[in-house]
Protein backbone atom coordinates (compact mmCIF):
# COMPACT_ATOMS: atom_id res chain seq x y z
CA UNK A 1 0.00 0.00 0.00
CA UNK A 2 3.07 2.52 0.95
CA UNK A 3 4.62 1.40 -2.36
CA UNK A 4 1.22 2.17 -4.29
CA UNK A 5 1.24 5.46 -2.74
CA UNK A 6 5.01 6.34 -3.59
CA UNK A 7 4.69 6.96 -7.45
CA UNK A 8 5.49 9.83 -9.53
CA UNK A 9 2.05 11.16 -9.45
CA UNK A 10 2.21 11.65 -5.37
CA UNK A 11 3.46 14.04 -3.56
CA UNK A 12 6.06 11.80 -1.65
CA UNK A 13 6.94 10.94 -5.18
CA UNK A 14 7.62 14.35 -6.29
CA UNK A 15 9.45 15.47 -2.86
CA UNK A 16 11.73 12.07 -3.81
CA UNK A 17 12.42 13.01 -7.17
CA UNK A 18 13.21 16.62 -6.00
CA UNK A 19 15.56 16.02 -4.03
CA UNK A 20 17.14 13.52 -6.08
CA UNK A 21 17.47 16.20 -8.98
CA UNK A 22 18.60 18.80 -6.34
CA UNK A 23 21.40 16.19 -5.30
CA UNK A 24 22.14 15.10 -8.58
CA UNK A 25 22.33 18.51 -9.53
CA UNK A 26 24.90 19.32 -6.53
CA UNK A 27 27.14 16.53 -7.35
CA UNK A 28 27.37 17.00 -11.22
CA UNK A 29 28.62 20.48 -10.54
CA UNK A 30 30.90 19.78 -7.63
CA UNK A 31 32.81 16.23 -10.19
CA UNK A 32 32.92 18.96 -13.26
CA UNK A 33 34.58 22.01 -10.64
CA UNK A 34 36.98 19.55 -9.78
CA UNK A 35 37.47 18.81 -13.16
CA UNK A 36 37.83 21.87 -14.21
CA UNK A 37 40.10 22.98 -11.16
CA UNK A 38 42.86 19.85 -12.58
CA UNK A 39 42.58 20.93 -16.26
CA UNK A 40 42.29 24.22 -17.00
CA UNK A 41 45.38 26.28 -15.68
CA UNK A 42 44.54 29.39 -16.30
CA UNK A 43 42.72 30.96 -12.95
CA UNK A 44 40.28 33.38 -15.13
CA UNK A 45 39.34 30.91 -17.27
CA UNK A 46 38.68 28.75 -14.93
CA UNK A 47 37.00 30.94 -12.25
CA UNK A 48 34.55 31.65 -15.49
CA UNK A 49 33.89 27.79 -16.30
CA UNK A 50 33.31 27.24 -12.53
CA UNK A 51 30.56 30.29 -12.91
CA UNK A 52 29.15 29.02 -15.86
CA UNK A 53 28.84 25.16 -14.18
CA UNK A 54 26.80 26.93 -11.38
CA UNK A 55 24.21 28.68 -13.33
CA UNK A 56 23.54 25.59 -15.72
CA UNK A 57 23.36 23.44 -12.50
CA UNK A 58 20.74 25.90 -11.88
CA UNK A 59 18.58 26.13 -14.45
CA UNK A 60 18.96 22.62 -15.10
CA UNK A 61 17.38 21.99 -11.73
CA UNK A 62 14.73 24.43 -12.72
CA UNK A 63 13.52 22.81 -15.78
CA UNK A 64 13.44 19.69 -14.53
CA UNK A 65 11.28 20.95 -11.06
CA UNK A 66 9.25 22.56 -13.75
CA UNK A 67 8.39 19.08 -15.26
CA UNK A 68 8.14 16.59 -12.12
CA UNK A 69 5.71 19.77 -10.51
CA UNK A 70 3.68 20.07 -13.00
CA UNK A 71 2.25 23.61 -12.24
CA UNK A 72 -1.04 25.19 -14.31
CA UNK A 73 -2.51 21.42 -14.29
CA UNK A 74 -1.08 20.40 -17.73
CA UNK A 75 -1.31 23.92 -19.56
CA UNK A 76 2.14 24.63 -19.12
CA UNK A 77 3.46 24.64 -22.72
CA UNK A 78 1.09 27.63 -24.05
CA UNK A 79 2.10 29.68 -20.59
CA UNK A 80 5.82 28.94 -20.71
CA UNK A 81 5.33 30.06 -24.75
CA UNK A 82 3.49 33.57 -23.70
CA UNK A 83 5.62 33.77 -21.01
CA UNK A 84 8.94 33.59 -22.71
CA UNK A 85 8.04 36.03 -25.28
CA UNK A 86 7.27 38.46 -23.03
CA UNK A 87 10.34 37.68 -20.86
CA UNK A 88 12.28 37.97 -23.80
CA UNK A 89 10.95 41.45 -25.24
CA UNK A 90 11.20 42.63 -21.48
CA UNK A 91 14.84 41.40 -20.87
CA UNK A 92 16.18 41.98 -24.24
CA UNK A 93 18.75 43.93 -22.71
CA UNK A 94 19.63 41.01 -20.23
CA UNK A 95 19.88 38.78 -23.14
CA UNK A 96 22.11 40.98 -24.97
CA UNK A 97 24.42 41.07 -21.66
CA UNK A 98 24.76 37.61 -21.23
CA UNK A 99 25.00 36.74 -25.08
CA UNK A 100 27.56 39.61 -24.63
CA UNK A 101 29.54 38.01 -21.77
CA UNK A 102 29.75 34.52 -23.50
CA UNK A 103 31.25 36.75 -26.72
CA UNK A 104 34.04 38.22 -24.14
CA UNK A 105 34.53 34.90 -22.18
CA UNK A 106 34.71 32.28 -24.99
CA UNK A 107 35.62 34.69 -27.87
CA UNK A 108 38.52 35.78 -25.66
CA UNK A 109 38.07 39.36 -26.33
CA UNK A 110 39.47 40.69 -22.96
CA UNK A 111 40.09 39.61 -19.67
CA UNK A 112 40.54 40.82 -16.63
CA UNK A 113 43.80 43.01 -15.97
CA UNK A 114 43.88 44.10 -19.81
CA UNK A 115 43.27 47.54 -20.82
CA UNK A 116 41.19 48.63 -23.34
CA UNK A 117 38.63 51.05 -24.69
CA UNK A 118 34.93 50.13 -25.20
CA UNK A 119 32.12 51.92 -25.72
CA UNK A 120 33.99 55.27 -25.29
CA UNK A 121 35.51 54.73 -22.32
CA UNK A 122 38.71 53.60 -22.01
CA UNK A 123 40.04 51.88 -18.63
CA UNK A 124 42.30 48.37 -16.90
CA UNK A 125 39.19 45.69 -16.74
CA UNK A 126 39.07 44.86 -12.79
CA UNK A 127 36.12 42.19 -13.55
CA UNK A 128 33.54 40.26 -15.88
CA UNK A 129 30.52 39.58 -14.35
CA UNK A 130 27.22 38.14 -16.67
CA UNK A 131 25.71 41.36 -16.92
CA UNK A 132 28.41 44.06 -16.89
CA UNK A 133 32.53 44.75 -17.16
CA UNK A 134 33.65 46.87 -14.60
CA UNK A 135 36.73 49.15 -15.54
CA UNK A 136 39.08 51.09 -13.52
CA UNK A 137 38.44 54.56 -15.60
CA UNK A 138 41.84 56.35 -17.34
CA UNK A 139 41.92 59.69 -18.84
CA UNK A 140 42.66 60.94 -22.50
CA UNK A 141 43.22 63.92 -23.94
CA UNK A 142 40.66 63.55 -26.22
CA UNK A 143 37.80 62.63 -23.81
CA UNK A 144 35.90 64.52 -21.58
CA UNK A 145 37.94 63.04 -18.05
CA UNK A 146 40.08 66.24 -15.95
CA UNK A 147 43.23 63.55 -16.33
CA UNK A 148 44.89 63.14 -19.18
CA UNK A 149 47.68 60.99 -20.40
CA UNK A 150 46.03 57.68 -20.06
CA UNK A 151 46.35 57.81 -16.28
CA UNK A 152 43.71 56.36 -13.79
CA UNK A 153 40.85 58.84 -12.70
CA UNK A 154 40.31 56.72 -9.68
CA UNK A 155 36.44 56.25 -10.75
CA UNK A 156 34.92 52.43 -11.75
CA UNK A 157 32.42 52.45 -14.52
CA UNK A 158 30.43 49.65 -15.28
CA UNK A 159 29.34 49.28 -19.03
CA UNK A 160 26.81 46.20 -19.97
CA UNK A 161 28.81 43.20 -22.09
CA UNK A 162 25.94 44.04 -24.83
CA UNK A 163 28.29 46.74 -25.84
CA UNK A 164 30.57 44.09 -27.41
CA UNK A 165 28.09 43.72 -29.80
CA UNK A 166 27.18 47.60 -30.33
CA UNK A 167 30.58 49.50 -30.21
CA UNK A 168 33.61 48.54 -31.30
CA UNK A 169 36.48 47.33 -28.47
CA UNK A 170 39.58 48.52 -28.76
CA UNK A 171 42.31 45.97 -26.79
CA UNK A 172 45.91 47.75 -25.77
CA UNK A 173 47.52 44.49 -24.13
CA UNK A 174 45.95 41.23 -25.36
CA UNK A 175 48.17 40.21 -27.27
CA UNK A 176 51.06 42.87 -28.28
CA UNK A 177 51.33 45.26 -24.92
CA UNK A 178 53.07 48.20 -27.11
CA UNK A 179 51.94 51.08 -28.70
CA UNK A 180 53.06 53.56 -30.76
CA UNK A 181 53.94 57.47 -29.60
CA UNK A 182 55.18 60.46 -31.75
CA UNK A 183 56.77 63.72 -30.62
CA UNK A 184 56.49 66.31 -33.18
CA UNK A 185 58.04 69.79 -33.32
CA UNK A 186 58.15 72.17 -35.86
CA UNK A 187 61.29 74.04 -37.00
CA UNK A 188 61.66 76.94 -39.07
CA UNK A 189 63.04 76.75 -42.71
CA UNK A 190 65.86 79.11 -41.72
CA UNK A 191 66.19 77.46 -38.41
CA UNK A 192 68.51 74.26 -38.36
CA UNK A 193 66.01 71.68 -38.54
CA UNK A 194 68.78 69.16 -39.70
CA UNK A 195 70.44 69.19 -36.15
CA UNK A 196 66.79 68.94 -34.75
CA UNK A 197 66.66 65.60 -36.64
CA UNK A 198 69.39 64.04 -35.45
CA UNK A 199 68.80 64.74 -31.80
CA UNK A 200 65.00 63.24 -32.06
CA UNK A 201 66.46 60.14 -33.55
CA UNK A 202 69.31 59.76 -30.74
CA UNK A 203 66.62 60.31 -27.90
CA UNK A 204 63.81 58.10 -29.57
CA UNK A 205 66.40 55.27 -30.17
CA UNK A 206 67.49 55.70 -26.58
CA UNK A 207 63.71 55.78 -24.58
CA UNK A 208 61.75 53.20 -27.44
CA UNK A 209 61.78 49.82 -26.29
CA UNK A 210 62.29 48.03 -29.74
CA UNK A 211 63.44 45.04 -28.39
CA UNK A 212 60.39 44.06 -26.49
CA UNK A 213 58.38 45.32 -29.26
CA UNK A 214 60.03 42.85 -31.71
CA UNK A 215 59.35 39.94 -29.63
CA UNK A 216 56.15 40.67 -29.09
CA UNK A 217 55.58 41.11 -32.43
CA UNK A 218 56.95 38.18 -33.71
CA UNK A 219 54.94 36.12 -30.93
CA UNK A 220 51.70 37.78 -32.62
CA UNK A 221 52.73 37.06 -36.25
CA UNK A 222 52.97 33.23 -35.23
CA UNK A 223 49.15 33.42 -34.13
CA UNK A 224 47.63 36.06 -36.97
CA UNK A 225 48.90 36.44 -40.64
CA UNK A 226 49.89 40.06 -39.20
CA UNK A 227 52.10 41.82 -42.26
CA UNK A 228 55.97 42.68 -41.20
CA UNK A 229 55.39 46.00 -39.36
CA UNK A 230 58.76 48.27 -38.51
CA UNK A 231 59.08 48.77 -34.74
CA UNK A 232 62.13 50.69 -35.38
CA UNK A 233 62.24 54.45 -34.79
CA UNK A 234 61.94 57.10 -37.48
CA UNK A 235 61.74 60.73 -37.77
CA UNK A 236 59.19 61.56 -40.29
CA UNK A 237 60.06 65.48 -42.25
CA UNK A 238 57.26 67.69 -44.04
CA UNK A 239 57.33 70.55 -45.15
CA UNK A 240 54.59 73.91 -45.52
CA UNK A 241 55.06 77.40 -46.57
CA UNK A 242 55.67 78.14 -42.39
CA UNK A 243 57.99 75.33 -40.73
CA UNK A 244 59.47 72.22 -40.87
CA UNK A 245 58.20 69.61 -39.39
CA UNK A 246 59.51 66.58 -37.43
CA UNK A 247 57.68 64.10 -35.89
CA UNK A 248 59.62 61.58 -33.40
CA UNK A 249 58.02 57.91 -34.19
CA UNK A 250 58.72 55.37 -31.41
CA UNK A 251 57.09 52.31 -29.65
CA UNK A 252 56.61 52.06 -25.96
CA UNK A 253 55.42 49.74 -23.99
CA UNK A 254 51.37 51.00 -22.84
CA UNK A 255 51.35 51.27 -19.78
CA UNK A 256 54.12 53.41 -19.47
CA UNK A 257 53.29 55.53 -22.61
CA UNK A 258 52.97 59.47 -20.33
CA UNK A 259 55.97 58.52 -18.57
CA UNK A 260 58.25 57.69 -21.24
CA UNK A 261 56.46 60.82 -23.28
CA UNK A 262 57.18 62.85 -20.38
CA UNK A 263 61.28 62.15 -20.15
CA UNK A 264 61.41 62.21 -24.17
CA UNK A 265 59.94 65.62 -24.00
CA UNK A 266 62.28 67.58 -21.53
CA UNK A 267 64.92 65.51 -22.85
CA UNK A 268 64.29 66.78 -26.49
CA UNK A 269 63.43 70.40 -25.91
CA UNK A 270 66.50 70.40 -23.64
CA UNK A 271 69.44 69.63 -26.22
CA UNK A 272 67.17 71.63 -28.99
CA UNK A 273 67.87 74.66 -26.32
CA UNK A 274 71.49 73.92 -26.10
CA UNK A 275 71.89 73.51 -29.64
CA UNK A 276 70.24 77.06 -30.62
CA UNK A 277 67.61 75.61 -32.89
CA UNK A 278 64.31 77.54 -32.74
CA UNK A 279 61.48 75.46 -32.22
CA UNK A 280 57.58 75.59 -32.29
CA UNK A 281 55.17 73.14 -30.82
CA UNK A 282 52.95 72.19 -33.60
CA UNK A 283 49.79 72.27 -31.87
CA UNK A 284 51.07 76.25 -31.25
CA UNK A 285 51.38 76.40 -34.74
CA UNK A 286 47.96 75.13 -35.88
CA UNK A 287 46.53 76.74 -32.89
CA UNK A 288 47.50 80.34 -34.52
CA UNK A 289 46.71 79.13 -38.19
CA UNK A 290 43.32 78.75 -36.56
CA UNK A 291 43.27 81.85 -35.14
CA UNK A 292 44.75 84.07 -36.93
CA UNK A 293 43.02 86.81 -39.19
CA UNK A 294 44.46 89.77 -41.19
CA UNK A 295 45.31 92.76 -40.41
CA UNK A 296 43.02 94.65 -42.80
CA UNK A 297 40.04 92.26 -41.73
CA UNK A 298 39.80 93.73 -38.46
CA UNK A 299 37.53 96.99 -37.85
CA UNK A 300 39.49 98.47 -35.65
CA UNK A 301 42.87 98.32 -38.18
CA UNK A 302 40.49 100.85 -40.36
CA UNK A 303 39.38 103.12 -37.52
CA UNK A 304 43.27 103.60 -36.93
CA UNK A 305 43.96 104.15 -40.22
CA UNK A 306 41.47 107.24 -40.09
CA UNK A 307 39.89 108.78 -43.30
CA UNK A 308 42.49 109.10 -46.30
Known amino acids: MILADFTFDSTAGRWAITGAVVLGAVLVAWTVGRVVATTVDDPTQRYNARRLVRGAMWITVAVALVFVWK ?92 ATFTSPVFNYSSYFEYIWEELSVAVPHHGDWSTAVVILEEEANRLSDSAGAREAMREVRSRFPVPATEVEPRVFVSADEDYMRLAARFVVPTRSARSVIDEITRSVHTRLEDAGVEVVSTDVVQQAQETWEPVRARPEAHDEAGPG
Not at 81 to 104: D, P, S, Y
Not at 133 to 148: D, F, L, P, Y
Request: proline share 2%; glycine share 16%; no cysteine.
Open 71 to 162: PLDGNLAPALGLATAGLAFAMQEVIGAIAGWFNITFGRVFRVGDRIEMDGVSGDVIDISLLKTRMMEIGSAGGGSWVQGRQFTGRVVSISNK
